[in-house]
T-cell receptor
Framework: GAGVSQSPSNKVTEKGKDVELRCDPISGHTALYWYRQSLGQGLEFLIYFQGNSAPDKSGLPSDRFSAERTGGSVSTLTIQRTQQEDSAVYLC????????????FGSGTRLTVV | AQTVTQSQPEMSVQEAETVTLSCTYDTSENNYYLFWYKQPPSRQMILVIRQEAYKQQNATENRFSVNFQKAAKSFSLKISDSQLGDTAMYFCALWGTGNQFYFGTGTSLTVIP
């Protein structure tokens, strides 16, 4: 597609439920990133996929968080047993080369855990 | 460790005036890249300007320019002739090792008509 697409745009879930957030990167972009933006904070790196290499999961805050990327394209970020502190905007970005030219970001998913 | 600091949580500027947003960073890398991103209410991060650390010349993009002081590890953004559409959060970011950006906490800019 023309840009990075994320769905849903907004998600309200009950504490303890699992949620899945989806990211469709720009076609042909081999690198895909997930960031979390909490209220009043900068962007916190979560996970990075590059081609067929093993993902860099060093930013995932707990084992309740996981992500996969199927066929080198669409990615899903899953949060199990959601907690109120998981409430944030989750941003996905992609790039065609290593990010020295910057990423293209999606509009994010605003997750609210009640 | 690589860090980015934005010490101005909020700023405002009159329409058509000039404003400068501050950013300092820390890295032990020699080759790195610095960016300013704009985040309007739509939430989508938009690349404003990019600077390669090995270039001494300050980057410019139309009304946007940077003052890159490598020795001081400072990377400020100047917006000239401010427009209402410039109202947004602005994030300074560093790209170094580890294949990821390091972002500051952002500056909320309001352009006043």
């Amino acid at each position: 597609g023309a840009g990075v697409s994320q769905s849903p745009s907004n998600k309200v879930t009950e504490k303890g439920k699992d949620v899945e957030l989806r990211c469709d990167p720009i076609s042909g972009h081999t690198a895909l990133y997930w960031y979390r933006q909490s209220l009043g904070q900068g962007l916190e790196f979560l996970i990075y996929f590059q081609g067929n290499s093993a993902p860099d999961k060093s930013g995932l805050p707990s084992d309740r968080f996981s992500a996969e990327r199927t066929g080198g394209s669409v990615s899903t970020l899953t949060i199990q047993r959601t907690q109120q502190e998981d409430s944030a905007v989750y941003l996905c970005a992609s790039s065609s080369v290593v990010g020295t030219y910057g990423y293209t970001f999606g509009s994010g998913t605003r997750l609210t855990v009640v | 460790a690589q860090t980015v600091t934005q010490s101005q949580p909020e700023m405002s500027v009159q329409e058509a005036e000039t404003v400068t947003l501050s950013c300092t960073y820390d890295t032990s890398e020699n080759n790195y890249y610095l960016f300013w991103y704009k985040q309007p209410p739509s939430r989508q991060m938009i690349l404003v300007i990019r600077q390669e650390a090995y270039k001494q010349q300050n980057a410019t993009e139309n009304r946007f320019s940077v003052n890159f002081q490598k020795a001081a590890k400072s990377f400020s953004l100047k917006i000239s002739d401010s427009q209402l559409g410039d109202t947004a959060m602005y994030f300074c970011a560093l790209w170094g090792t580890g294949n990821q950006f390091y972002f500051g906490t952002g500056t909320s800019l309001t352009v006043i008509p």
